[in-house]
């Protein structure tokens, strides 16, 4: 079972930046799902962004479209380039795997520890 761990996360002004990294115990399947997802405390889990490995295109939540974007680094490494951060943004950040796009936004079959991202005005 694949492990994901991510790091990257901490303290912003608003309209500042973060680049979150996902490392992987292995290396992606080619086409695999991966992914982002967030929760902030008493809130519900957000999808941020979901792609397919070694494809072109992503889906991104319309709350970070156009300030967030999803790469992949090398085999075994994601990262979420965050910009023009907002007060909004605020929450855990989860690295996940074997995603599903759903109404509404993905589902993930696993995720990692996640990493914290705290944007203030």
């Known amino acids: 079972q694949v492990n994901l761990v991510e790091s990257g996360g901490g303290s912003v002004q608003a309209g500042g930046s973060l680049r979150l990294t996902c490392v992987a115990s292995r290396a992606f399947y080619n086409h695999a799902c991966m992914g982002w997802f967030r929760q902030a405390p008493g809130k519900e889990r957000e999808g941020v962004v979901a792609?397919?490995?070694?494809?072109?295109?992503a889906w991104y939540s319309d709350s970070v479209k156009g300030r967030f974007t999803i790469s992949q680094d090398n085999a075994n490494t994601l990262s979420l380039q965050m910009t023009s951060l907002k007060p909004e943004d605020t929450a855990m950040y989860y690295c996940g795997g074997d995603c599903r796009v759903l109404t509404g936004g993905p589902e993930f079959g696993y995720w990692g520890q996640g990493t914290q991202v705290t944007v203030s005005s």
């Open positions: 792609t397919y490995i070694d494809t072109e295109g």
